[in-house]
């Protein structure tokens, strides 16, 4: 039955708090829901409203699928291996739903936007009882509904969009850190990506909204606000002026934003990062390619010396300047000539970071259509060796902090052992450093006392 006859379901809010009560009586506790996102900062964020959508009709949660009621995969199709690992992972469901039929299981999100994965799932994975798209999510209640009380499979892929529905709050698990969607969707069209297929047009929220939002979580303690946009520089009523206005708020807390497209990110971008006190001094700047041909071909629509140019602006006014990036390897056509053009691009800029990926071919792009004669196998050689050099570079670039202050949000218990603490600097690199785990959480100095090449390691001052 298509998904919009059931439209007139009506009360199904409090049909499932109904259901979810009689449980409680029964069992003496809540019924538990999994919910876990993959893929970008913005599905993590779409999987906290999901939260949020299920605790108001009684839901609890666990991280423990034996004992969870509903299962919910909040999905990525940005690579193909992302999508492989979901499929595992259903799979991987498929004895405990025959242990305990009255489990439910859903996937959604970019991958369950797409008509061919829910295709696949109506017909392979027939334990699989909910799929739904990236803007089903205002249909929530009717869809449990459905499912829940009709025991009914249920596929919602519609592309309908309203505006944004500003009563779709978050419940967050993290205390210290926040993602705050600003806009949603992509207008870009980068021959290779799936995003603005399964996201849609590009809608910004508007700003007193999210002031609002970031108010509210300052004065309730968060200590880091991250903005979300897959361009947030394309944000429609200005995004240098939302960053000023953010950091006019008082607190103690810093700003971070992703991702800016190189393509609209300017001189303006710069100086509103350099300027406000409250936003950290680093640029995720995905360049995909150090090639002119293979830009063109992806349709990124600017030049190496158009991004060197920004790159050139903020080290002349700041000569630490943080850039991170994003990289593909192997785009089709991309011979190794110019595939070294990327690893001089690294050189050159002197990244602290890069994310670094092998082409996925992604049905239903440009991309797609193209010849593509290099073997992953060959891609993936590649790929280790722009990891290599970017070790190599980044190791030596962090140097200049050695003996320096940074200003560090511990997050949690660190990598190098007993007692070891790790955390970010304003810069998003990562610190590790001796502390009690009484400072996870706040805001520490450390002086910086030795360079590795994926963080840099101090003492508390
Ligand atoms: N909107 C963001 C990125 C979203 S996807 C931006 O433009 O910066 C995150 C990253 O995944 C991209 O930057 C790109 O490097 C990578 N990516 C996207 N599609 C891909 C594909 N088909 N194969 C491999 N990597 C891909
Ligand atoms: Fe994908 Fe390009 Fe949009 Fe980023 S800007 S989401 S890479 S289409
Ligand atoms: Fe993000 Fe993956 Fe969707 S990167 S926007 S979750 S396709």
């Known amino acids: 039955m ?15 708090l109904e259901k979810t009560l009689e449980f409680y009586k029964m069992n003496g506790r809540k019924p538990l829901a999994l919910v876990r996102s993959f893929g970008c900062q913005q599905n993590v964020s779409d999987g906290e409203k999901l939260k949020a959508l299920l605790d108001k009709i009684g839901f609890g949660f666990t991280e423990e699928p034996e004992e969870a009621l509903l299962i919910i995969y909040n999905t990525c199709a940005v690579r193909e291996n992302a999508e492989d690992r979901v499929f595992g992972n259903i799979g991987q469901l498929k004895k405990l739903k025959e242990k305990r039929p009255e489990l439910i299981i859903g996937i959604c999100g970019c991958m369950a936007q797409q ?3 829910a295709q696949k799932v109506k017909e392979s994975y027939r334990y699989v009882d909910l799929v739904f798209g990236t803007f089903a999510y205002n249909d929530l209640y009717q869809m449990l509904w459905k499912v829940m009380g009709q025991h009914e499979r249920v596929f919602n892929q519609t592309d309908k969009y309203s505006d944004i529905n500003e009563e779709l709050t978050q419940l967050r698990d993290d205390k210290v850190k926040a993602f705050v969607p600003i806009m949603y969707g992509c207008n870009n069209f980068c021959t290779y990506c799936i995003v603005p297929y399964v996201r849609g047009r590009e809608r910004s929220r508007k700003p007193e909204n999210v002031i609002a939002e970031v108010k509210k979580l300052v004065s309730e303690g968060y200590k880091e606000i991250m903005l979300l946009g897959q361009n947030v520089n394309s944000y429609s009523y200005g995004f240098t002026s939302l960053l000023r206005e953010i950091n006019r708020i008082e607190g103690d807390f810093r700003v971070r934003f992703m991702s800016s497209h190189p393509k609209d990110a300017g001189r303006d971008l710069i100086d509103t990062i350099l300027e406000c006190d409250k936003v950290c001094k680093h640029l995720h700047l995905p360049v995909q390619a150090g090639s002119d041909e293979i830009l063109k071909a992806m349709n990124r629509r600017y030049t ?49 970071n890069i994310y670094s990926f092998v082409y996925s071919r992604r049905s239903g792009t440009p991309a797609a259509k193209l010849p593509d004669d290099i073997s992953d196998k060959q891609k993936g050689l590649w790929l280790r060796e722009l990891i290599l050099e970017q070790r190599e570079v980044t190791s030596e670039w962090l140097g200049r902090f050695v003996g320096r202050e940074l200003r560090v949000l511990v997050s949690g218990d660190g990598r190098k052992g007993e007692g070891w603490l790790t955390g970010k600097s304003g810069e998003d690199i990562i610190v590790e450093f001796k502390g009690g785990r ?21 003492t508390v001052l």
């Not at 298509?2 to 499932?16: R, T, V, Y």
């Not at 070294?340 to 990244?351: A, N, P």
């Not at 805001?443 to 101090?458: C, D, P, Q, S, T």
Request: proline fraction near 3%.
């Open 2 to 16: 298509p998904f919009e006859e059931s439209k007139d379901i009506s009360g199904a809010k409090e049909l499932l």
């Open 304 to 352: 190496v010396e158009k991004y060197m140019e920004i790159i050139d602006y903020a080290r002349a006014k700041a000569p630490d300047f943080s850039f991170t990036t994003d990289i593909i390897v192997g785009f089709p056509g991309e011979t190794y000539e110019q595939f070294c053009r990327t690893k001089e691009l690294i050189k050159r800029v002197k990244y602290d």
């Open 115 to 117: 008509e061919h994965i």
């Open 438 to 458: 009484e400072l996870i959480g706040q805001f520490v100095n450390v002086r910086i006392v030795k360079a590795m090449n994926w963080a840099l390691e101090g």
